[in-house]
């Protein structure tokens, strides 16, 4: 008989079912429809920490000494990672790309000047990866295609930015997008974490 006064963690008695008790829950498992010859048996192999099933009839998965290493190996890497790249500033060849996007029900339909370069878009301070503010200003300010506006930045002048955006596409037009021309033109530019935080100034096109 097991004794049901043991006590194996704490202070409060843990009472566990005698053999007799463990042979009555079988049988009203069984009754109950639980097939005891078809649940796979447990059986360690070597190396394995720990063990599961996603359901009582499902066969057993293994964690291994080896997956936990792994695992560590690859979260040291990352976090290295992430030290070495985190508030990093790197200076990198970008194109300033101006294009037309034909929108979806109406929203978003128009031209939108991003930033792209190896790896895909880069955030210019406006919605999702659109180029706004400041970085707008120092952009036209570079490709200086229309009169300024005056007393006044570039970018809060909706008619100057749209047909600054107009002209940049005509002038530096590089294939399509969507079916409509669209114009890119390279800069370099300091980037952090994704971020273009500061435009340097244009790259000449080898001639």
């Known amino acids: 008989m097991i004794d049901v006064n043991r006590r194996p ?9 005698s053999d007799d008790g463990c042979r009555r829950v079988r049988e009203h498992l069984k009754s109950a429809g639980i097939d005891f010859d078809s649940i796979p048996k447990l059986v360690w192999p070597e190396g394995a920490v720990s063990a599961s099933q996603k359901h009582m009839y499902a066969p057993w998965e293994f964690i291994y000494k080896s997956d936990i290493l792994k695992a560590k190996k690859e979260g ?10 985190y508030h990093t500033t790197e200076i990198r060849a970008l194109y300033v790309w101006v294009f037309w996007c034909p929108g979806i029900s109406g929203f978003f ?3 939108w ?5 190896i790896g895909g878009d880069y955030r210019g301070g406006g919605y999702k990866g659109e180029v706004s503010g400041s970085l ?7 490709f200086p295609l229309v009169d300024k506006p005056l007393f006044t930045k570039n970018n809060n002048v909706w008619e100057y930015h749209n047909e ?5 596409v005509r002038k ?3 294939g399509k997008w969507c079916g409509k021309p669209q114009g890119k033109a390279p800069v370099w530019a300091e980037v952090e974490e994704g971020s273009v935080k500061k435009i340097i100034g244009r790259i000449q096109w080898p001639q």
């Open 9 to 17: 963690f704490g202070k409060n008695p843990t009472p566990l079912l």
């Open 172 to 174: 530096y037009q590089r």
């Open 109 to 111: 339909k128009g031209l």
């Open 113 to 117: 000047t991003y930033f792209v370069g």
């Open 164 to 168: 600054w955006q107009q002209r940049f």
């Open 136 to 142: 707008l200003d120092d952009v036209m300010d570079l």
């Open 76 to 85: 040291m890497e990352q976090n290295l990672w992430w030290k070495r790249q």
